[in-house]
């Protein structure tokens, strides 16, 4: 996860790429270690759900560097 919860959009958008990219690698080695994958879900949607707070933030008129990544147990949960 990122350590610098007030990272710009830009450096949480990097992070969901480096994610989906190792994602895609470990598949095309036929890598089979679910809780890698498992990991890097948690780890995608922890960043999905920061940036969702940022934007939402931006468009009310608050500060989005005030958004906080939530635990994954948290957005976990969260039906899509």
């Known amino acids: ?10 450096d ?8 989906v990219d190792e994602e ?6 036929g890598e089979a270690d679910p809780d890698r994958f498992r990991h890097i ?3 995608l949607d ?6 969702r707070q940022r934007r939402a933030r931006r468009e009310f008129g608050e500060d989005p560097a005030d958004a906080a990544a939530r635990p ?6 969260y039906r899509q």
């Open 72 to 77: 994954a147990s948290t957005v976990e949960n």
């Open 41 to 43: 879900e948690e780890q």
């Open 12 to 19: 949480v958008l990097s992070q969901i790429k480096n994610l």
């Open 24 to 29: 895609h690698q470990l598949r095309d080695n």
């Open 1 to 10: 996860m990122l350590t610098d919860m007030s990272a710009p959009d830009g």
């Open 46 to 51: 922890q960043c999905w759900d920061l940036l």
